[in-house]
């Protein structure tokens, strides 16, 4: 029965909106779609801002701190419910008990797929796959990150209130799973329901045993096994890991290397070494940069390095240097990739010419 107060329901994708590297759906904008429909509400994905007179209360959640939000959203004062750690970061409160528990709204998108400019290989998250946490918190409590006021890792949901048989695909969200007491539980319960799968956050290579990967290698793993390795001052607790994962040959995997927090000549030489040491162990790196690294005189050497290493069609077959002079080949011309590599060779061209093996 449709409650007196309220007629509609609208919710609003903020980074569907507002961020250009848009890929992916919304999770709590899918629970509060799902739960406010099982009570017989009219509920509507806003496709753009100006629609939000029409409807009697509107969620918006933000995922990126970046995104653009129009400042005429705090014109409509209680009507709009913001969350999300695009708008608060660690501090984000949470959805209300009833709403974080609802299965999500897999249909939430239908109807925008064709609106919003997506990949095609970007779609199956929207149309084919099944998003949520098993767990949430993680103890390390990293600077950069969102869950660094969190003290641990704890279970909130079994598979049953995320996955949808009907769907090919599963995405975890969780935090830090091997945080958790019974990982090796979850991980075979997922495996169990054998549906290709991985973990959007990674895997804590800190954590990680044999046991773990011998069950992964021996499962569906949805593309590559996602692990990170944050900060160079970590090497001698890092590496053993990379060689014990880089000894599971049947695994493919790919390394985050955060980067750019404090922009800097020392960060981007441990970003090299970092680089170096994934090549060693051939294991994919893909560069994640912090927002200040915009502000850095380094600027442009960041965006480069992140071209190379994130497109590995590249960064197997050719050195950055290499890499460089391609973009400057195909321009016919002197390019700004090749002005940087060239301002700032003394400091870092010893490793312009580092190459996979």
Not at 55 to 64: A, G, L, W
Not at 70 to 87: Q, S
Not at 203 to 217: A, F
Not at 236 to 257: A, G, H, W
Request: glycine share 4%; proline share 4%; aromatic share 16%.
């Amino acid at each position: 029965m449709k409650c007196d107060i309220m007629n509609a329901i609208g919710i609003i994708d903020a980074d569907m909106l507002g961020y250009r590297y848009y890929k992916f759906p919304n999770l709590a904008c899918m629970k509060i779609s799902s739960y406010y429909k099982d009570l017989g509400y009219d509920v509507k994905l806003i496709e753009d801002y100006s629609e939000v007179p029409d409807f009697d209360t509107v969620y918006i959640s933000k995922v990126f701190t970046d995104t653009s939000v129009p400042p005429l959203i705090d014109y409509y004062g209680n009507k709009i419910i913001k969350g999300g750690t695009g708008f608060y970061f660690d501090k984000s409160p949470n959805l209300p008990h009833e709403i974080e528990y609802s299965f999500p709204d897999y249909h939430l998108y239908d109807d925008v797929l064709d609106n919003i400019g997506l990949k095609k290989s970007k779609r199956k998250y929207f149309t084919d796959t099944s998003i949520g946490y098993t767990t949430r918190g993680c103890f390390r409590k990293c600077f950069f990150c969102v869950n660094k006021s969190s003290n641990k890792c704890v279970k909130v949901s079994d598979l049953e209130q995320i996955v949808d048989m009907e769907r090919k695909y599963i995405y975890l969200l969780d935090d830090n799973l091997l945080a958790y007491k019974y990982n090796m539980e979850i991980l075979d319960n997922v495996i169990s329901l054998n549906k290709p799968y991985n973990f959007a956050q990674g895997l804590d290579v800190r954590l990680m045993k044999p046991t773990h990967l011998e069950k992964i290698e021996n499962s569906k793993l949805w593309g590559d096994m996602k692990i990170a390795f944050d900060n160079y001052g970590e090497l001698d607790s890092i590496e053993p890991k990379l060689k014990m994962v880089s000894e599971f040959e049947n695994i493919r995997t790919q390394c985050y290397l955060f980067t750019g927090y404090n922009p800097g000549e020392n960060d981007i030489i441990e970003l090299f070494k970092r680089i170096k040491i994934c090549m060693d162990y051939k294991i994919i790196p893909y560069v994640m940069r912090h927002q200040n690294y915009q502000n850095s005189n380094y600027r442009g050497l960041y965006i480069n390095i992140a071209r190379w290493t994130n497109q590995p069609r590249f960064f197997k077959k050719m050195s950055f240097r290499d890499f460089i002079n391609r973009i400057d080949a195909e321009m016919q011309k002197k390019s700004s990739a090749l002005k940087y590599l060239e301002m700032f060779e003394d400091k870092f061209g010893k490793w312009y010419d580092m190459k996979w093996e």
